[in-house]
């Protein structure tokens, strides 16, 4: 992971969680337990950049060698994840949390605020979202970086107005499509592009008229709409457009800037690779395992889901695989220029097509090699790059002396062949030898249920009645901290109101309209897991709220 040539016979001693020692020629200290992986490959522990975490992903995710993960999300259930996974109680990579993206087009002394907050609840770096403006995406610079936060974003505005304005990072390559196009093919030829399917969510886009700040709900919903849905084809189309002069122009600002993009064609260009044939049998075969039937059906749906093709004329098609050809040159033409890229595939967005977890990012690897990236590079793109550009590269990414030990037994050298990262034999993480392989009856002990649904959530009550629960406190407890004071809060609680705990009725108190208070038996939250939180109430006008989550965490 460091760049170096790979070092023959070599002796890692491992004490605790970090390598205490490398290098050839070493005897094992007295009483060490010897692992013998000669002929084998040790790399270190990978990274996804861009990861929509979920309760079944673990085994996934460690099986193919993912060991720390950007988490996209916050709250109790993934700060759960988190502190059960570093506790060693939770299978799962090292999770470095965002808490939440900041998607606002306001005054921006509001946006300074919210990057504020979100500094001070701990976030691990700063994202903006599509109608942040480029004043507001300075000032939110300005905070994180003089926290020492990098701020990337899923940009509305293009490239250069995220650099000149102080963006790190380009997520799913956002701006860049935007700033290697002629005007005349924004302001002529793109309008007259039809919506491809218009069944699907987020692709209204009749028209393009950057940062009209006349429309309402941002500077331009038309534009936010479409960025949304990334895989929309028209995007795609742009990139078949790219006028090859004005990307040198803008590769040469990035690496000066030293601005990264996220690697993430095998999420955005996943119905126009070279390898998606290939992919679909590999995703098929996995989705048949025995083992893996515990991955969600609505999942499985979306994983296979290549119907937007059938909708796409032959010109289309031409034009948006040019898109992805002309991406591969942007690609390889910006590493050797000296440019940086991270490995983020999405995985896995409740909102638009799936990525298979774990699986698509060794993919991406593929895909840059693919594209003119050497191995090294694209290794260390998903390895020692994540880690420094987090600042935690004097901890992790690479195996070295000193630092914590997160390391991959390959039976193939990826160096010569990158698809070798299909064979990871072992996994350890923090100096622990992880279980590798998949196994049906697989549990994630702090589940997280209803996560799986392709629907915004809290918009309705799931009763007949007017009753709903819009938060509960505390949302997370620590195993063994019971009994356990839960207020409910909400619209419409009536006289007859109860808080049902798992399958339990509590006694509850109907402080006012609009909130409840029970007491959780400590009995309840003895073991970590997760308890579903609802109210119900009596007859008549029996029903129940839509339900809530209570995390009990490990101690």
């Not at 940086?340 to 967005?349: A, L, M, Q, R, Y």
Request: hydrophobic content about 40%; proline content about 7%.
């Amino acid at each position: 992971g460091t760049g170096a040539a790979p070092q023959p016979n070599t002796v890692i001693v491992v004490r605790g969680d970090r390598i205490e020692n490398i290098g050839q020629g070493i005897t094992p200290p007295a009483g060490a337990q010897v692992i013998d992986v000669s002929g084998k490959y040790i790399l270190p522990g990978l990274w996804d950049h861009h990861q929509h975490y979920k309760s079944y992903f673990p085994e996934l995710l460690i099986t193919n060698g993912i060991t720390s993960a950007w988490v996209q999300e916050g709250g109790p259930w993934i700060e759960a994840q988190r502190d059960g996974v570093n506790k060693g109680k939770i299978l799962g990579p090292r999770m470095f949390l965002r808490i939440q993206s900041i998607d606002f087009y306001g005054p921006p002394e509001e946006a300074r605020r919210m990057t504020l907050d979100l500094i001070q609840k701990g976030a691990d770096w700063i994202k903006v979202y599509t109608m942040t403006p480029p004043e507001n995406l300075k000032v939110i610079a300005e905070e994180a970086h003089k926290a020492g936060k990098v701020v990337e974003g899923h940009f509305g505005i293009t490239a250069r107005q995220a650099i000149d304005n102080g963006a790190n990072g380009l997520v799913h390559s956002t701006g860049i499509e935007l700033s290697t196009v002629k005007p005349e093919v924004l302001e002529k030829e793109l309008p007259t592009w039809r919506v491809v399917d218009p069944g699907r969510s987020r692709v209204v886009f009749p028209k393009v008229s950057a940062w009209n700040e006349s429309k309402t709900n941002g500077p331009n919903p038309d534009m936010t709409e479409y960025w949304l849905w990334l895989e929309d084809p028209r995007r795609l189309m742009l990139f078949g457009k790219m006028d090859r002069d004005m990307a040198q122009d803008l590769i040469k600002l990035m690496v000066q800037k030293q601005v990264y993009i996220e690697g993430c064609q095998i999420y955005v260009f996943r119905n126009f690779n070279d390898r998606m044939d290939e992919y679909y049998k590999e995703d098929l075969a996995l989705l048949n395992d025995p083992n893996l039937q515990y991955i969600p059906e609505v999942m499985r749906t979306n994983i296979l889901d290549y119907t937007i093709l059938d909708k796409m004329t032959p010109d289309e098609k031409a034009l948006a695989k040019q898109g992805f050809r002309n991406y591969q040159w942007f690609v390889k033409t910006f590493v050797e220029a000296g440019g940086k890229i991270i490995v983020g595939p999405d995985t896995s967005s409740n909102w638009h097509a799936t990525m298979m977890p774990g699986v698509a990012t060794r993919r991406e690897l593929q895909l840059l090699v693919d594209a003119g990236v050497k191995p090294m590079q694209a290794i260390q793109f998903a390895t020692k790059v994540p880690a420094e550009t987090l600042g935690k590269g004097k901890d992790l990414g690479t195996v070295e002396k000193g630092k914590i030990a997160d390391l991959l037994v390959l039976t193939k050298n990826p160096l010569d062949d990158i698809t070798a990262y299909k064979q990871i034999e072992r996994v350890m993480q923090n100096g622990r030898w992880q279980p590798v392989g998949y196994h049906y009856d697989f549990v994630n002990p702090i589940p997280n249920p209803g996560e799986n649904w392709l629907t915004f959530p809290g918009k309705d009550p799931l009763s007949d009645t007017p009753e709903l629960m819009t938060s509960i406190s505390p949302p997370a407890v620590t195993e063994g901290s019971g009994p356990v004071a839960l207020t409910v809060k909400g619209r419409a609680f009536v006289s007859t109101a109860v808080i049902q705990a798992g399958d339990r009725w509590l006694k509850t108190e109907v402080v006012s309209p609009s909130e409840l208070r029970a007491t959780v038996p400590a009995e309840l939250v003895a073991q970590a897991g997760t308890i579903p939180i609802q109210v119900v109430h009596a007859k008549p006008g029996w029903g129940k709220t839509n339900s809530m989550n209570l995390y009990v965490r490990f101690k």
